[in-house]
């Protein structure tokens, strides 16, 4: 059959999707970005980017200016697509297991599936996933090939990396391996092909590894912080010079929507036999416990205004999905006098300015980061955690 659009693109306007879409548009292709978000539906359609993405704003006025990136809120887009691809989130519960995000998701929308096309999942699964969702639309009658090609792009910095990095591809079947490296090769010819299995298990992975070397940093300054010692003495005399540690990240909040969720993803397949895993979810997110109670041992938090610079969960960015400023604020609502908030990305009310933060504020803790900050003087008497040494002024909390 003719298909309308050589893409469509579920959940086509979120931080994975819209990028995406972009670029493929960008290229020449024609595609359908479809989504159920009516806030953001209304902002891209008025040429407005729903969340920071460097470079793309330009690209976006020109794709839907030339038509080559439409935007819909009706699930019968998907059945105009030759290729269909999947960038949903993939939650974990309330008893750290992954929920079943992309089954439900082709179990409601499976009528809109039509014979011929590829369907490509992107989001993270669980391992089997892919395999799976194709014997589930086989049983219901879709001749379809169904691929996985990982996400592995860092927020942000999509359009660009799109162009740049490798691109995962892999399929149930042989003619859905070659049907999408034809279409990412659209963005990038350097193509490396997998098993689903093998695929699913390298996005679990990669962010696992993240996920675990950050761990490995906070333990090294919970270890020397426990000690007396500031831990960047230490990590500068390492890495000076010395390309083994190289790799070695400094100590800062792990957090976000993927490193952590992935890494409990892969803790369930592995039949929650990943210590590392384990062991690194303990430590990245007590963190912000740690923190606050070394604190309490130097300071009388109640009778002291708390700032928390920066609210996002990683550097120069407006997401602040499951950042870890924000469970220290929950953690410091309850023993300091007064906590304020401050970022100058994220978008939230309760924030406030810069200025105000630091100057109301006895002691100030980096939360995040942001380049802004780098030029800070602050004022005599206030007490600055910077647990990232971004100031270049060590840490001793």
């Known amino acids: 059959m003719g298909f309308e659009y050589d893409v469509c693109i579920v959940g086509g306007l979120g931080h994975v999707g819209l990028p995406l879409s972009i670029m493929f548009a960008s290229k020449g292709l024609k595609v359908c970005a479809y989504d159920i978000s009516e806030e953001a539906y209304k902002t891209v359609s008025a040429g407005k980017l729903p969340f920071m993405e460097f470079d793309a704003d330009h690209m976006l006025a020109r794709v839907l200016g030339d038509g080559t990136l439409r935007l819909s809120m009706e699930p019968e887009s998907i059945s105009k697509a030759r290729n269909v691809i999947i960038t949903i989130g993939t939650p974990i519960d309330e008893h750290l297991n992954p929920e079943p995000a992309v089954e439900k998701m082709i179990e409601k929308l499976y009528e809109y599936f039509v014979d011929g096309q590829l369907v490509i999942l992107r989001s993270t699964v669980y391992p089997g996933t892919t395999e799976r ?38 399929a149930v079947s042989p003619s859905g391996v070659e049907r999408a490296k034809e279409l990412f090769k659209h963005l990038n010819n350097d193509i490396v092909v997998l ?7 390298s996005k679990l992975y990669a962010n696992a590894w993240r996920y675990v070397t950050f761990a490995a940093a906070n333990q090294f300054f919970i270890i020397a912080e426990d000690a007396g010692l500031d831990f960047y003495k230490i990590y500068n005399a390492m ?26 993803h892969l803790n369930a397949f592995s039949k929650h036999d990943f210590h590392m895993g384990s062991a690194a979810l303990l430590v990245n997110e007590g963190l912000p416990s740690y923190i606050v109670d070394k604190l309490k041992k130097r300071h009388e938090l109640k009778n002291k205004n708390v700032c928390i610079l920066g609210m996002a969960f990683k550097a120069n960015i407006d997401d602040k999905r499951d950042s870890l400023s ?48 780098k030029a800070l003087k602050f004022p005599k008497g206030k007490t600055v955690i910077d647990i990232w040494n971004f100031f270049g002024n060590g840490c001793l909390l």
Not at 195 to 201: G, Q, R, V
Not at 354 to 363: G, L, N, V
């Open 133 to 170: 969702m194709a014997r589930v639309l086989q049983r219901k009658g879709k001749k379809v090939d169904v691929a996985f090609c990982p996400e592995r792009i860092v927020q942000g910095y999509g359009v660009k990396e799109l162009q740049e990095l490798p691109h995962i591809v892999s």
């Open 195 to 201: 098993e689903p299995m093998e695929a699913e298990l």
């Open 239 to 264: 890495t000076h010079n010395y390309p083994r540690f190289k790799g070695l990240p400094t100590a800062g909040f792990a957090s976000g929507p993927c490193l952590f969720k992935d890494t409990v």
């Open 326 to 373: 924000y469970e220290i604020l929950k953690i410091l609502k309850y023993d300091a006098k007064e906590v304020y908030c401050t970022d100058p990305y994220v978008k939230d009310e309760n924030l406030v300015s810069m200025d105000k933060a630091i100057k109301e504020s006895d002691i100030i803790i980096l939360g995040v980061p942001h380049k802004e900050y």
